[in-house]
């Protein structure tokens, strides 16, 4: 039987970066949820059917079935492994093109139900900790444990900017960074299926002046005492 914890939260809360020391802490594989959405959004585009896509002249189901037949994934204590098509994707899901398009995507009614189908089946029998933006509210809503993960925007602004220089090379500005957050949390709030929301039973935990390490001993305190 799996045992699920999920760690929800907006854009750089520190969510992802929690997950893989908590999936390290106690062994448990790690699915990054954002990585799903990241992909999909990512192929639409390397095949050129984004605009098919939003206009809704294509098939989304087969579509992602097609997808995902020639996608292979892994899920480790270190993070969620994406190849497709015998190819490992990882800065691919990162570029801008993607982060500009990928809310859009994940909106789609469509996508998300057949990526939680997706996500439910791929974690049974293991021991997983599950980050993103509905994972305690949709996904796992019979977690052990739910956190939710929030941050002021402009602490979590510094955060994506830092990751961007270090993890992709690119040079954005603060305030470019900033408002592609805010946007990114209104839409992800107000989409109609799944939106970002505090899930039911969560333990809600402030990072603005928490270090990483700070974080997870707090969540470690609640898991050791449950």
Known sequence: MSRVITIDGPASSGKTTLA?????????SLLESGKFYRFVTYTLLEEKQIEKFLNNELDIKEWLCK???NTQVKLNVNETEIFYKNKKLEEELRRKEVEDSVSKVSAVKEVREFL??????????SDVIAEGRDMGSVVFPFAEFKFFLTADPEVRAKRRLR???????????EEEVKKNILERDRLDSSRKVAPLKVPEGAIVIDTTNLTP???????LSFVKKG
């Open 116 to 125: 939680t189908d997706y996500m439910r089946e791929l974690v049974k029998g």
């Open 20 to 28: 893989r020391l908590l999936a390290k802490a106690l062994g448990w």
């Open 163 to 173: 990751d961007v220089k270090e993890v992709l090379k690119e040079d954005r500005g």
């Open 67 to 69: 997808v995902f037949n």
């Open 213 to 219: 390490e700070d974080v997870l001993k707090e969540v």
